[in-house]
């Protein structure tokens, strides 16, 4: 079965790096794109980007361009979300979720637990 | 402040059906398509509902979408208590604002 399973909780302070990875299983790794969306504690969902991992070629939401990187390793078919310079708005679940494309529509159909990543000094 | 308007709260007694709103504008609802995730307390979410009213296998078809115009409805019908959640809609938007964006999700409580 189809699973995505993320590292674990993080703790950070203000100015620092983070990196999440995201380990795919159940299915080819490189047929699927791997998004990252987070959530703020008690607040809504927020998309940050996308990746393909076959090609590599990613694409971020305007709001986090230049802070965020999302990278793989084809090899352990894991997916990695780096923010960096972070700050305590940047406290919250981040999940990735597996892209699917479908008769011109795309939707995320399977997530990770989520990592809870803290920023604070 | 979340592009899509959702209304924050929504209720029903178990056997009710119950409709949650989304609303948005031309560059997002208006022409791409509409898509709900349910998000159960203390879990990731889920997919719902794709392609405006296209439900994936496995989610029962009390769950149910429309689009009208820059609008779009959930519809939840023999509501039970295991449907309280949090619901989200999101959708593609050809606007700076995207390219994904969400509603601010919808607390659903069964009385």
């Known amino acids: 079965q189809v699973q995505l399973v993320q590292s674990g909780a993080e703790v950070k302070k203000p100015g620092a790096s983070v990196k999440v990875s995201c380990k795919a299983s159940?299915?080819?790794?490189?047929?699927?794109?791997i998004n990252w969306v987070r959530q703020a504690t008690g607040q809504g969902l927020e998309w940050m980007g996308w990746m393909n991992p076959n090609s590599g070629n990613t694409g971020y939401a305007q709001k986090f361009q230049g802070r965020v990187t999302m990278t793989r390793n084809t090899s352990i078919s894991t997916a990695y979300m780096e923010l960096s310079s972070l700050r305590s708005e940047d406290t919250a679940v981040y999940y990735c979720?597996?892209?699917?494309?479908?008769?011109?529509?795309?939707?995320?159909?399977?997530w990770g637990q989520g990592t809870l990543v803290t920023v604070s000094s | 402040q979340s592009v899509l308007t959702q209304p924050p709260s929504a209720s029903g007694t178990p056997g009710q059906r119950v409709t949650i709103s989304c609303s948005g504008s031309?560059?997002?609802?208006?022409?791409?398509?509409v898509y709900w995730y349910q998000q159960l307390p203390g879990t990731a979410p889920k997919l719902l509902i794709y392609r405006n009213n296209q439900r994936p296998s496995g989610v029962p078809d009390r769950f149910s979408g429309s689009k009208s115009g820059t609008s779009a409805s959930l519809a939840i019908s023999g509501l039970r208590s295991e449907d309280e959640a949090d619901y989200y809609c999101a959708a593609w938007d050809d606007s700076l604002s995207g390219p994904w964006v969400f509603g601010g999700g919808t607390k659903l409580t069964v009385l």
């Open positions: 159940g299915y080819t790794f490189t047929s699927y794109d």
């Open positions: 979720a597996r892209g699917r494309r479908d008769s011109g529509s795309y939707y995320w159909d399977y």
């Open positions: 031309s560059s997002n609802i208006g022409s791409n398509y």
